[in-house]
Structures are given as C-alpha cells and as structure tokens.
C-alpha cells in the first residue's frame, strides 16, 4: 500500500521539503504537517502498517531510520542522532521498538507517535 492512497500527496511533499535538512526532523510536526491529525485511527493503523516493512507488529530502530521513505521513495534516511531521539520518545517501555497500541505485552505503552491516542494528543497539541 502506498502512503499516497491514505495522505495527501501534497501533504507528504510539504512535510519531507520541511525536514530535508538533516538533523532537522521532528516528529510531531512531520505528522502534524502530513496530516495525520485529522485522520481516522484506522488510517493512523494503514500509516503504521506501511512503516512497519518487516511485518512484526513493531516499528524497530532499523525500520525508524528510513520512516520518511516509508512516506516517499525519495525521502532522506534519518541521522542516527534523528533515529534515536524518534525511538526515544515514542519506546516508552525501553524495549527498542515502537508498538502500535498498548495491548503488546512487549510494548506496554505502545507508540506515543503513531498509535490512536497519541493521534489524539497530536490532534490537541495542533488545534490550541
């Protein structure tokens, strides 16, 4: 599946022109900008899915640094500084992988970037 058929294309462009710089990236203002925000959680699961090249039901530190590819295939790699302040904020259980929801024994907490209720919060940072 292709992210264009769940984001706008424009969108995608707009949010990988603003982080073409590296070192540059920052995670919630790439979502907000690619529009995340006002997508249903379905969607942000379609988004997750996409990231998630190996099919393991994580997002792993190998699979983060090449997330804005997972957007487009001409986006940049992310820095490994880039990679590992991404991985950070979203692995809230140290176990080095970001889980979709909180349901994962392994990943308790789940994405705090990706997943449904962190949608919710990017939805609420970005409307005040």
């Known amino acids: 599946m292709a992210m264009s058929s769940i984001l706008n294309a ?14 540059s990236f920052d995670h919630k203002k ?9 997508k249903s959680p379905s ?6 899915t996409v990231l998630d090249a190996d ?16 957007f ?3 986006g940049r790699d992310l820095t490994d500084k880039e990679t590992k302040a991404f991985l950070k904020a ?3 259980d140290g176990d080095g ?7 994962n024994k392994t990943s308790k907490s789940g994405c705090e970037c990706l997943n449904q209720k962190s949608l919710t919060e990017i939805q609420k940072d970005t409307k005040r």
Do not use: C, M, Q, Y
């Open 10 to 23: 424009d969108d995608i462009k707009k949010a990988l022109d603003a982080f073409a710089v590296a070192d």
């Open 30 to 38: 790439f979502f907000e900008i690619v529009g995340l925000k006002s």
């Open 72 to 74: 487009a295939k001409d």
């Open 97 to 103: 992988k970001i889980g979709i929801d909180g349901k």
């Open 55 to 70: 099919n393991s039901g994580f997002i792993e530190e190998e699979e983060l640094k090449f997330v804005l590819k997972g």
């Open 43 to 48: 969607d942000v699961k379609k988004v997750f």
């Open 90 to 92: 979203a692995d809230k």
